[in-house]
């Protein structure tokens, strides 16, 4: 059973940066595409990032490309979301996903997820 956790999430002033984390365990973590989604409230969960396998692919959302960066460290088990330039609009829930396969946007391709992490950027 795979199992992630996640961690890094607070209150910031917009224009401010956060870095979450989210550690893997179970199996091998290389064996997974991973993946950042948000959920704010009253709103849908919605994709914001994903990393392919090798950590050689990344992808984003338009809304977050250019101030958001995913990563991971296979030695580590651990996938990074380094979040620059925040603005209120992003203070959401944070979950990270993995998926046993290539990367996806879709929620629903995921078979693992985290229990989130609260991000709130105050104005």
């Known amino acids: 059973q795979v199992q992630l956790a996640e961690s890094g999430g607070g209150t910031v002033q917009a224009g401010g940066s956060l870095r979450l984390s989210c550690a893997v365990s179970g199996r091998t973590f290389s064996t997974y595409s991973m993946a950042w989604f948000r959920q704010a409230p009253g709103k849908e969960r919605e994709f914001v990032a994903t990393?392919?396998?090798?950590?050689?692919?990344?992808s984003y959302a338009d809304s977050v490309n250019g101030r958001f960066t995913i990563s991971r460290d296979n030695g580590k088990n651990t996938v990074y979301l380094q979040m620059t330039s925040l603005k209120p609009e992003n203070t959401s829930i944070y979950y990270c996903?993995?998926?046993?396969?290539?990367?996806?946007?879709?929620?629903?391709?995921?078979?693992?997820w985290g229990q989130g992490t609260q991000v709130t950027v105050s104005a």
């Open positions: 996903g993995a998926r046993p396969s290539t990367t996806s946007r879709r929620q629903d391709e995921y078979d693992y």
């Open positions: 990393v392919s396998r090798s950590g050689s692919t990344t």
